[in-house]
């Protein structure tokens, strides 16, 4: 099966820098690669995903990107603000089953 | 659109009942639901694949007679833990595909079930 590896853990930064989160997946046949953020009880929420097909996606502060020869990935928060803070997972998917990284709690200091 | 909800929201049993959780896709259909169960601190953890209209799929270590999944219709799932004990506790959250959408792979996820067994 697939087995999703996401560091680091915990990352702090000053708001305003950026925060960088990296995933590796061992399953050369996936092909979708969701990025989600949880609050603490909430359900996660999708923030960016990215298929095998393309390198690197973007929308606005965020943006991800994807090396499917190394089969890792990557989320990429520039302009951090302190509303960011929460839990952040990767994801990835070769059709039916959604494997999730271990998480990586984001905090920004104001 | 593509809202999911999930009954109950909160819910405190003794040990040794069973519980039941329900999973709606509310504006579509979804032929396949997934199960997954998130303890405190740590990542979503899959627990079974649930198909409409035949058996659910689960994962390795999932005891199949201990969480019992119904999918008897395109917008309802049931997952009851039987003999719940305490260390079942746990955040219990769906997810559904829905069935038309052109993305094959998007999920989209219920907003969970705090279980806690006394």
């Known amino acids: 099966g697939e087995n999703v590896e996401q560091h680091p853990s915990t990352l702090s930064v000053q708001e305003g820098d950026s925060a960088v989160i990296k995933c590796t997946y061992s399953?050369?046949?996936?092909?979708?690669f969701p990025w989600y953020k949880q609050e603490l009880g909430k359900r996660p929420q999708l923030i960016i995903d990215i298929r095998s097909n393309v390198g690197e996606k973007k929308d606005q502060r965020i943006a991800v990107t994807l090396n499917k020869t190394a089969k890792h990935f990557s989320l990429h928060i520039t302009e951090t603000q302190p509303e960011d803070s929460a839990v952040y997972f990767c994801a990835a998917s070769g059709g039916n089953q959604f494997y999730f990284g271990t998480g990586t709690s984001l905090t920004v200091i104001p | 659109g593509a809202v999911v909800s999930q009954h109950p929201s909160r819910v405190i049993c003794k040990s040794g009942t069973s519980v039941k959780i329900e999973c709606r896709s509310l504006d579509f259909q979804a032929t396949t639901m997934f199960w997954y169960r998130q303890f405190p601190k740590q990542s979503l953890m899959l627990m079974a694949t649930s198909n409409e209209g035949s058996k659910a799929t689960y994962e390795q270590g999932v005891e199949k007679d201990k969480f019992l999944i119904n999918h008897a219709s395109l917008t309802l799932s049931t997952l009851t833990v039987t003999s719940a004990h305490p260390e079942d506790s746990s955040f219990y959250i769906c997810?559904?595909?829905?069935?038309?959408?052109?993305?094959?792979?998007?999920?989209?996820f219920g907003p969970g079930t705090r279980l806690t067994v006394l």
């Open positions: 399953d050369s046949a996936s092909n979708y």
């Open positions: 997810s559904a595909r829905d069935s038309k959408r052109g993305t094959l792979n998007e999920q989209f």
